[in-house]
């Protein structure tokens, strides 16, 4: 029987131009994602003048600035990062909600990767942890993500 091709991506951002497009509600938390998903890039090859972060006021703009930046086709990938927490509004479904579907939808539009690093949790502290404390750091996953699919893409 022939070897069965398998094909994935290289978790290497070499060369690779980057937007990194952050939410600015809860920025305690959302620095420390902006910050694992740059310091991911660069030390997986990214040149730090190949990355640039936009900000937008909160979750839910974030599509509208990626469907901008993706539009422009000027990278390679992008990694979107923010913060929602339920307890804060009786909104977190339309927020959190709204932000996945748009996030996922200029990623299929365009076919440029975008990294999900919404944080969407019940409670502050859960986002905490998930922003570079005892669970990891969901910006710096997210990058992984999207420099992964980014070359995979390149193949296929
Ligand atoms: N935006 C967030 O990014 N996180 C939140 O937890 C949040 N809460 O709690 O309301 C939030 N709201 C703002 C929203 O994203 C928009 O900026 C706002 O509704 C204006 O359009």
Redo the contacts with the bound molecule.
Sequence with gaps: MDAIEQRTGKLDATGLKVAVVA?R??EIIVERLVAGATDTLVRHGADPGDITVVWA?????LPVVLERIAAKGEVDAIVAV????RG??P??DY?AGE?ARGIAAVARTHGVPVGLGVLTTETFDQAVARAGGKLGNNGADAALAAVETADLLRSL
């Design positions: 939410a509600f809860n006021p909160g979750a839910f703009e923010g913060c929602v927490v804060e509004t909104h977190f927020v932000a």
